[in-house]
Nanobody
């Protein structure tokens, strides 16, 4: 059972930057597609960014394109989400997700496609 632990959330001013990390418990981390999602109360979980297990393919939600960057670091089983030019609308709980796949370039965008989830980390953006 893969376990995911997010970190790096907190309070940030609009226009600032924040870096989220997700650490996976499985040392065969390279076989997992990874994604970041976010959710606010009363709304559906929203796709933020995804990265293939090979690292060559990435995808971003429209609202974060050009501002957020997803990356993965196999040596320490982590996936990072670099958030720049943060906006008030980015306030949410951010979740890390994973799914094992045999295809190195696959990127997944729908929550139901992922099998493993972290507990989330809160990001709050102040004016």
């Amino acid at each position: 059972q893969l376990q995911l632990v997010e970190s790096g959330g907190g309070l940030v001013q609009a226009g600032g930057s924040l870096r989220l990390s997700c650490e996976a418990s499985d040392r065969t981390f390279s076989g997992y597609v990874m994604g970041w999602f976010r959710q606010v109360p009363g709304k559906e979980r929203e796709f933020v960014a995804g990265i293939s297990w090979g690292g060559a393919s990435t995808s971003y939600g429209d609202s974060v394109k050009g501002r957020f960057t997803i990356s993965r670091h196999g040596f320490n089983n982590t996936v990072a989400l670099q958030m720049n030019k943060i906006e008030r609308a980015d306030t949410a709980v951010y979740y890390c997700a994973a799914k094992w796949t045999a295809f190195p370039t696959t990127v997944l965008q729908a929550p139901y496609e992922y099998d493993y989830w972290g507990r989330g980390t809160q990001v709050t953006v102040s004016p």
